[in-house]
């Protein structure tokens, strides 16, 4: 049974980059076929997909977040880190990470989430 737990900071400054680490127990992240996604859920809205990382490290983005979206791996360590830039108190949110098998199909693993406020 796949598990993913998300770490960081809770609090992030407006202007700064919000960075989240997902590490990733029971399974590999280099498994064919599966993705590594972040997804955020402000307060009072509804899920957003931010992007994800292949089995192969391709990275895909949310055309509306790419310019200030990074994802990245290390295998060594099974995680995958996400890298928010120009932060603004409208970034505050629960970010998830998240598998899926295929990067269009629903996620079938998911991370707890973690409250990211943005906030001087």
């Known amino acids: 049974q796949v598990q993913l737990q998300e770490s960081g900071p809770g609090l992030v400054k407006p202007s700064q980059t919000l960075s989240l680490t997902c590490t990733i127990s029971?399974?590999?992240?280099?498994?064919?076929?599966?993705?590594w996604s972040w997804i955020r859920q402000p307060p009072g809205k509804g899920l957003e997909w931010m992007g994800a990382i292949g089995y192969s490290g391709s990275t895909y983005y949310s055309p509306s977040l790419r310019s200030r979206t990074s994802i990245s791996r290390d295998t060594s360590k099974n995680q995958f880190t996400l890298q928010l830039s120009s932060v603004t108190p409208e970034d505050t949110a629960v970010y998830y990470c998240?598998?899926?098998?295929?990067?269009?199909?629903?996620?079938?693993?998911w991370g707890q989430g973690t409250l990211v406020t943005v906030s001087s």
């Open positions: 998240a598998r899926q098998v295929g990067l269009f199909n629903a996620s079938d693993a």
């Open positions: 029971g399974g590999s992240i280099t498994t064919d076929y599966y993705y």
